[in-house]
């Protein structure tokens, strides 16, 4: 046991499923669990997600090893700055953000001297319902996470945050931070924008009731991220936002060109988008499978 | 027993399933399977989706009370007008065409003077799989079908095929030709042809390896359709694609916006759009709810 007081701003799906899965493990003496709306924290004291509750900043991270910063991605500035207040040199200071340079840009404003103790991290785990009643101590188990460390990182504080998470059962891979948000601009953060933007687009047309009830499965899968938490996604886009209209940009080419095949009826071109995309999909399913299960799964990973 | 000699050409997924959930009922006397691919076919037999095949089209539909016809759009035209020469003048013809403008289209080019018993069809099911090994005798169960009947067609035809779906687990509904096709594609077709072009965009990337190593259950989802048939749907968004581009150009406009509040930094307009989204399919989810199990579920629905 090396983490006796693990802090975690904010129990909401996130931080909410990391208490569950560090307090199943043992590894930590105690969880503690802070946030600003009192229903919330009291909610994930009842539901038992964390030890104890500390509605107060100051003294919730006072004499805390580890915080984990669980909030979204818009409040992290004005958090890092409170938390610079309080917090102990050597207490180490992670985050769950779906965006890395910004939160390094805020990290770097507000903890002037010191980052040696600051790792930045992403679990790439997620699920349509939001909040500490979502919570669940298997949202971790073989989802990779990415840490991004910064050069003034200390190595020991980067292996402790991997050992966390090996500890909840994920893969835990490092990365640049610009290449953190290149990728996940593409893969999660673009994706959702064309869901949340389908579904608004539909739901102003005429019809939009007819529409809805005739739409099946594919629509259903299509559509699942446009359920995800409107004020999250609108901080991660605008967070990441060079990031996502470049990739944005390189879809628009795409889509000109499919949208100009279809009037051209030119079925060559379009056949040969969909085959290409089909087995770029397969390919990427079969990347999927070979997630390993991670090596440390018992409570001696730290 | 109504049916005696229902006669399935192209034993594919949504083919291969009809026959599996109508041979389960027993309406049917006989069920014979038609395929241009005489492997296909003898796979139709071996997994005994089909009662007998027949590889000679004439052969196959002679003494047919029945027709139902389930290749690709595209091959439409030309199945329509072979079929012409050997139907039976009472024989009920209809189809699974996921566009139905353009079927009825080439319904009436075909069938010049009898169109009584053309009943233009549309069941809203499908799987990520396609083929005959995938086919599925309850894949219509509690599913959305569409007849889009055209002013000749016969009453009493029309109410067999409806019968012969309702037999099958389906909840049947009619519609007019073109509202089916704007419908479907808002639903179906829009998002089909955004999820392709999406993979295909992403795996043109400098770094697609990596992109698509990181990506999660939500992209998953996201692209799940896109692994869907390339040529099935190449023949769709041709096939439908007066109403394909509008339906894109509306979101084109939604996309154009989103883009431009994130360029500008604009956090209220996009929350409004995500707000908007996320309460649209929630209501969308709940129209879901309420599709009925049918009615006539026995043999007797004949």
Same mark, same amino acid.
């Given at each position: ?9 904010? @129990? ?12 199943? !493990?043992? @590894? ?23 030890? =104890? ?6 003294? =919730? ?37 779906? !965006?890395?340079?910004?939160? @390094?840009?805020? =990290? ?21 319902? &939001? ?13 990779? @996470? ?35 948000? !290149? ?8 994706? $959702?924008?064309?869901?949340? !933007?389908?579904?608004?687009?539909? =739901? ?22 446009? &359920? ?47 085959? $290409? ?5 397969? $390919? ?19």
């Amino acid at each position: 046991m090396i983490v006796k007081r693990l802090v975690i701003l904010g @129990v909401g799906l996130i931080g909410g499923s990391l208490a569950l899965a560090v307090r199943k !493990t043992g @590894v930590c003496q105690q969880v503690v669990g802070w946030g600003r709306s009192p229903g919330t924290l009291q909610r994930a004291l009842d539901l038992q997600v964390v030890d =104890a509750i500390e509605p107060n900043l100051a003294a =919730a991270v006072r004499g805390a090893d580890m915080v984990v910063v669980a909030i979204p991605p818009g409040a992290m500035q004005g958090m890092f700055q409170e938390l610079a207040k309080y917090l102990a040199p050597d207490a180490i200071v992670t985050d769950v953000g779906s !965006t890395k340079g910004s939160v @390094v840009a805020a =990290a770097r404003m507000a903890f002037t001297t010191e980052l040696a103790h600051f790792v930045p991290g992403h679990p790439i785990a997620g699920k349509e319902n &939001s909040g500490v009643e979502a919570a669940d101590a298997d949202l971790f188990q073989r989802k990779r @996470v990415i840490l991004t460390p910064i050069p003034e990182t200390n190595p020991e504080a980067l292996r402790r945050v991997r050992a966390l998470w090996e500890c909840c059962g994920a893969e835990v891979s490092e990365m640049e931070v610009e290449h953190h948000d !290149t990728v996940l601009a593409a893969t999660s953060h673009l994706p $959702h924008l064309l869901a949340f !933007t389908l579904v608004d687009a539909l =739901a102003h047309m005429d019809d939009s009731w007819e529409i809805f009830r005739y739409a099946a499965g594919g629509f259903r899968d299509f559509t699942r991220i446009a &359920s995800s938490d409107p004020v999250m996604w609108r901080d991660i886009c605008l967070a990441n936002r060079t990031e996502l209209l470049t990739v944005l940009g390189r879809y628009n080419e795409g889509l000109t060109q499919v949208a100009a095949a279809i009037a051209a009826g030119d079925g060559t071109r379009l056949q040969a988008v969909f085959d $290409h995309a089909r087995k770029a999909r397969e $390919h990427f399913l079969q990347l999927e499978v070979t997630v390993q299960a991670p090596k440390n799964t018992s409570n001696r990973c730290f």
